[in-house]
């Protein structure tokens, strides 16, 4: 049997959970039983679109369900008591980035996990971008020598904070929000821990809107490697760029540098639906995610947006067949989860303060 699992979020991004698990029942890797949201109206949309069994409340989900494995796709500062309800309830465990919004928070649901012997998986899909994991590759095999500093951006277009969650946004900030994804990049390309920390941010344009959040955070991160990595993230920038988000990273080391643009894979379009969004050229990331059509007809989501969701369900059936948790190939663990929350936290702590903070 099929691992049996629960969304619980269905938003902007739980709908790519959905997808995922709704096309993984077309090979028999998964089954979409049951989701769980606040939001009545969208919840009763997702179920007429993907027909699974639909609860406002996670908690009668789980009770009233015989899952094995839940997805948690909410906000930031509610994944925590899901993720220990869950874990405590013995279901194995897929959560969004960041894990937790503090260090203790996510060595809570480290420790959850393990007194229940349950898989938990961050969904850092960056991991699992074919850029990125041929950078990996090659940094592995040193083939750049001792990585010695690096730079990295991520910003999004204003219209994420401003329409897709103005009242989340205001709990999060570009660093939680984008930053994460790049800190665990480096911790993992680097295979090093966060030491030290200094950061700087801006507020202006976010609260001129009615978006009480800081517009843009740059954060110095020194490893334990002696490696060093600037971060600059943001979510302001104009309706009228030509992508959702604008993102890149550059490593300089003894023998060499690598540099990855993951903004430009390529893809340029301009359509006179662009002009009424008042947008001309736009570029496109179709290694995130792509559309087609299988020889049945049925809609198909492809790249590493839906690959790290994947790489969950397969783990999940690994463990019901007999694998145990330690036998599983290397995936974005909550001690992952972790170490990435302690930088973003120590970022914030670094904006609080106005100083160098040590991790």
Same mark, same amino acid.
């Given at each position: 049997?099929?691992?049996?699992?629960?969304?619980?979020?269905?938003?902007?991004?739980?709908? *790519?959970?959905?997808?995922?698990?709704?096309?993984?029942?077309?090979?028999?890797?998964?089954?979409?039983?049951? #989701?769980?949201?606040?939001?009545?109206?969208?919840?009763?949309?997702?179920?007429?679109?993907? @027909?699974?069994?639909?609860?406002?409340?996670?908690?009668?989900?789980?009770?009233?369900?015989?899952? !094995?494995?839940?997805?948690?796709?909410?906000?930031?500062?509610?994944?925590?008591? +899901?993720? +220990?309800?869950?874990?405590?309830?013995?279901?194995?465990?897929?959560?969004?980035?960041?894990? !937790?919004?503090?260090?203790?928070?996510?060595?809570?649901?480290?420790?959850?996990?393990?007194?229940?012997?349950?898989?938990?998986?961050?969904?850092?899909?960056?991991?699992?971008?074919?850029?990125?994991?041929?950078?990996?590759?090659?940094?592995?095999?040193?083939?750049?020598? /001792?990585?010695?500093?690096?730079?990295?951006?991520?910003?999004?277009?204003?219209?994420?904070?401003?329409?897709?969650?103005?009242?989340?946004?205001?709990?999060?900030?570009?660093?939680?929000?984008?930053?994460?994804?790049? %800190?665990?990049?480096?911790?993992?390309?680097?295979?090093?821990?966060?030491?030290?920390? %200094?950061?700087?941010?801006?507020?202006?344009?976010?609260?001129?809107? @009615?978006? !009480? /959040?800081?517009?843009?955070?740059?954060?110095?991160?020194?490893?334990?490697?002696?490696?060093?990595?600037?971060?600059?993230?943001?979510?302001?920038?104009?309706? @009228?760029?030509?992508?959702?988000?604008?993102?890149?990273?550059?490593?300089?080391?003894?023998? @060499?540098?690598?540099?990855?643009?993951?903004?430009?894979?390529?893809?340029?379009?301009?359509?006179?639906? %662009?002009?009424?969004?008042?947008?001309?050229?736009? /570029?496109?990331?179709?290694?995130?995610?792509?559309?087609?059509?299988?020889?049945?007809?049925?809609?198909?989501?492809?790249?590493?947006?839906?690959?790290?969701?994947?790489?969950? #369900?397969? *783990?999940? *059936?690994?463990?019901?067949?007999?694998?145990?948790?330690?036998?599983?190939?290397?995936?974005?663990?909550?001690?992952?989860?972790?170490? #990435? /929350?302690?930088?973003? %936290?120590?970022?914030?702590?670094?904006?609080?303060?106005?100083?160098?903070?040590?991790?």
């Amino acid at each position: 049997m099929p691992a049996r699992i629960g969304v619980i979020g269905v938003g902007t991004f739980g709908l *790519n959970h959905l997808r995922a698990f709704r096309q993984l029942g077309y090979v028999g890797s998964a089954q979409l039983v049951a #989701a769980a949201d606040l939001n009545d109206q969208l919840l009763e949309e997702r179920q007429a679109e993907f @027909g699974m069994k639909a609860y406002t409340d996670y908690r009668e989900m789980i009770e009233q369900e015989n899952l !094995d494995a839940v997805t948690i796709v909410t906000p930031d500062p509610l994944h925590h008591d +899901i993720a +220990i309800t869950c874990a405590e309830a013995g279901l194995h465990i897929l959560c969004e980035k960041p894990l !937790d919004v503090t260090p203790d928070g996510c060595q809570e649901m480290i420790d959850a996990a393990a007194r229940n012997n349950v898989l938990l998986q961050v969904d850092f899909h960056k991991r699992f971008d074919e850029f990125h994991r041929e950078m990996k590759r090659r940094l592995d095999l040193g083939e750049f020598g /001792t990585i010695q500093y690096g730079y990295a951006h991520m910003e999004d277009r204003i219209e994420v904070p401003r329409d897709w969650f103005p009242g989340w946004a205001q709990r999060s900030s570009p660093a939680w929000f984008l930053g994460i994804h790049f %800190y665990d990049l480096a911790l993992w390309w680097l295979g090093a821990a966060g030491k030290t920390v %200094y950061a700087t941010g801006q507020k202006g344009k976010l609260s001129s809107l @009615g978006v !009480d /959040t800081l517009d843009s955070v740059q954060a110095k991160v020194q490893f334990d490697t002696g490696a060093t990595v600037c971060f600059d993230t943001s979510w302001i920038l104009p309706d @009228g760029f030509e992508a959702i988000v604008n993102q890149g990273i550059r490593l300089v080391g003894t023998e @060499g540098l690598i540099e990855c643009d993951s903004q430009d894979r390529g893809t340029v379009t301009c359509s006179t639906r %662009y002009e009424q969004e008042k947008r001309g050229m736009m /570029t496109h990331n179709p290694s995130f995610l792509r559309e087609i059509t299988d020889r049945r007809g049925r809609q198909i989501f492809e790249g590493y947006g839906i690959t790290s969701i994947a790489d969950f #369900a397969e *783990n999940v *059936n690994l463990l019901l067949e007999g694998t145990k948790l330690d036998e599983l190939a290397p995936y974005p663990s909550g001690l992952d989860g972790l170490r #990435a /929350t302690q930088v973003a %936290y120590a970022v914030h702590e670094s904006l609080d303060r106005g100083t160098v903070i040590t991790i």
